[in-house]
């Protein structure tokens, strides 16, 4: 593992299949939103990938196995013959400006051994927002990019850069001659944003003309809300106090 | 797209021409330079330079198109035979030491397939100026500085280091058997900066005997000073407001 | 020594050997443990690690005799004829990301050519302890696992992250077909912890059937603890000194 | 220039010379004693070292003539047949770990080709001195320490780390078969230190039984001692000028 590797665990074959690609990044939002898609489509594993640009720690999960870093891909097929999925989500982002570019090819290279014929990253956009999250997008091209309007996403404010997977993926995909759109969702990034992943699978859902129930992403909006609202409280009380502690403090140095 | 490469839009035969470098870097001199050249000159695109070691973000352009980070190479053509030029720019530096080295050769063995007889390169020189920029000329060799200086450049201060592509072409050049020539102009470099860019622009066409219209900068320039007349005006405001609410937490701590 | 190599002292047969590795981290517990199983079992070395990626300095040692920063295996083999050990520690783990896969990449491919059939790597694990330290345990498998949970140690909280060298060795030993368990011992990670390191070895002797005595490490947790009450009492005589100093500057600011 | 290269000025044949390494670090003893032979010996330069793991900057000469980092290698032939000296010094050490490694193997494999049969490392050790500074030694094995101690070193403090060239072309030497000394001159780093030069300098005169005029040493010391008076004062007057200052702000801010 001394570069970046793809470790297939099933040979699946795609017809112009699309990826949709959710790996960490700010408010969580592309890794919450893919991670739903894949509990909800009932989506399976069929590779995972490794590489010796993701940070140096080791994961332990449930059964207390360790397992290293890395990418996985979830593969969905339609009931009606339409558009396959392919689901890209993980623990990590390369964490050097190389291996940033590593990984996007080898995400690639395999997407076009598999056909992929348009891929859409998603990610966050920073803002403090009141309501529903507005989603932005970007693409490979005009007409790429119009479908994303159409499905009720923004254009992107010029000049804005994109940083890590979610635009380099899109950026490299041209060279490849693959489609790609990027739909950044507003969120104050402060913890993982379900809201702004809600706003970016309704537009996901739109253009690929996929049934989707969110209404579990609404419960874990619901979840989320009374934690900030505890968090506000705190701080609250924290605020207050720290003021108390300062007063008698000034006080005691007059004196002291 | 795993090591720095050139792509080539247009093949175009040269007999030697004359590169003119100007990338980001302080005051943005050298890209404030190169792009007015480009503009002024109708220069046209022939050659765009990727690499892994640009930062790991991508751009949206106006049209909402994602765009990697990328160098570009223009080129004019001369009416009367006399010296063709190739105009490079970009968005980015690479970002580490062994990155700036590999652009550098990339660059300079694709000047030197292109027939490249000198490069000139453009950059900033740290200074809070009072009136017309100078530009200060360092070189490959004495002969091709003593051209430098004739246009009405100034030596350069000895032991006086300069970062990034600027220096790094010029020091690499001699290598490849091409004479180069690295202009500083006095910048501030707070922000992008036309009328260093100006300075140096002057020199540039007198060295090269280039018939060059500046009043596309002189607007520029006025344009950044109002600007900055604004800046200053809002930091007095600023500093006089804090002035006050210090005055007044202090009164209020004696109270409290 | 561009590259991370392995230089072999002597060339040792063994048949199945587990290979126990500290390396310096957290609290130095997996340095203290295996160092001691060192000295104690009276192991011998045949191997030496050198890499460019450990840090860019040397060490003296006590004949003034410098040497490169290195990790060293020693072996011991069982009279009885049971398990062999390899045990394997060091002055550096790799100081970046891609430096971390390529040294644990180069260890565990020796291990392979070593007929290694389990690793078992030891570290910290940070918490302001009181009493004795207890041993958490995760695993390349479940029934790995299961005979470090005989031995005495905990399940590892899931979720939490393993740094550096005893994670990645166990997460890429998966990939080699070697079992692989981590012993991370509770340290409050200031100082060269021995008695997380006996708590470790505990576990480790009862896994392996081993007979170890501690004796030795009682003492150095002994002079470890009379160190860290001479700091406690020079920290409380150090925050009184300041005390008396701040209340003097008070009183001298509010005369001058 | 990818990688790190040695470009021959000149094919010097030697018969077992030793190699004198003064690159820049602290306190610059290094490059001021080499420098200093470099000049009192009249050695000529015969190769040169560029690296892209040096600095991303180059340096303008007196001549306005602009050259890439690098380090230098001089040679200089005794009369009576004895030693013949290799001097390397130069403007940058390496960046980056790996590059230190990198820069370290080239300048060795290169010794081995020019049969250098031993190695000495000039650096400095921090230390706030009054008096001589002393210089502690080094080596790859014990009777080449002996040399340096026997020359008027002193043992180094075992377990303190050397860094950089200095300690790691001793460190890598011993794998080459050459022997190596390493000698670190007290200094307080601040600036470059002609005295703590001229004590190394001493060590390496008599093991080499060099005879060498020290007295251009003696004139620079002075030099740096009138320097370090001035900045002795200045910061004196800084210190009270600062004080009434404070006083001043102080009785403002009880009226204000």
């Given at each position: 593992?001394?570069r ?5 665990i099933?040979?699946?074959?795609f ?24 509990r909800?489509?009932?989506?399976k594993?069929f590779?995972?990938?490794?590489s010796?640009?993701f940070?140096?720690?080791?994961l ?5 196995i ?5 990418n996985?891909?979830y593969?969905?097929k339609?009931?009606?013959g339409d ?8 623990d ?20 076009k ?10 990610g ?19 007409e ?6 159409e ?5 992107s ?12 993926l ?20 402060y913890?993982?944003d ?7 699978l309704m537009?996901i859902?739109k253009?690929l003309n996929?049934?989707?129930d969110?209404?579990g ?6 979840r989320i809300?009374?934690?900030?609202e505890?968090?506000?409280?705190m701080?609250e009380r924290?605020?207050i106090e720290e003021?108390?502690?300062?007063k008698?403090r000034?006080?005691l140095?007059?004196?002291?």
């Amino acid at each position: 593992m001394r570069r970046t590797v793809i470790i297939e665990i099933e040979e699946i074959e795609f017809k112009n299949p699309v990826l949709i690609e959710g790996l960490p990044g700010l408010g969580m939002v592309g890794r919450v939103a893919v991670k739903y898609l894949i509990r909800q489509l009932k989506a399976k594993k069929f590779a995972e990938l490794y590489s010796p640009h993701f940070a140096y720690y080791v994961l332990i999960d449930r059964e207390g196995i360790i397992t290293l870093l890395k990418n996985e891909f979830y593969y969905w097929k339609s009931d009606h013959g339409d558009t396959d999925l392919i689901l890209l989500t993980g623990d990590s982002q390369a964490q050097t400006i190389e291996g940033q570019y590593e990984v996007a090819e080898t995400i690639l290279e395999y997407a076009k051994k598999k056909n992929v014929k348009a891929i859409i990253t998603v990610g966050g956009y920073r803002k403090d927002i009141v309501g529903t999250p507005q989603v932005f997008a970007s693409a490979t091209d005009p007409e790429t990019l119009k479908k994303a309007l159409e499905a009720g996403s923004l254009s992107s404010p010029p000049g804005s850069p994109i940083v890590g997977a979610a635009g380099l993926l899109i950026g490299l995909a041209k060279f490849k001659g693959i489609n790609g759109i990027c739909l950044l969702s507003e969120t104050p990034g402060y913890m993982p944003d379900p809201r702004a992943a809600k706003s970016a699978l309704m537009v996901i859902a739109k253009m690929l003309n996929l049934k989707l129930d969110l209404a579990g992403l609404d419960r874990e909006i619901e979840r989320i809300a009374r934690i900030e609202e505890e968090l506000r409280k705190m701080e609250e009380r924290r605020a207050i106090e720290e003021e108390i502690m300062r007063k008698e403090r000034e006080r005691l140095s007059y004196i002291g």
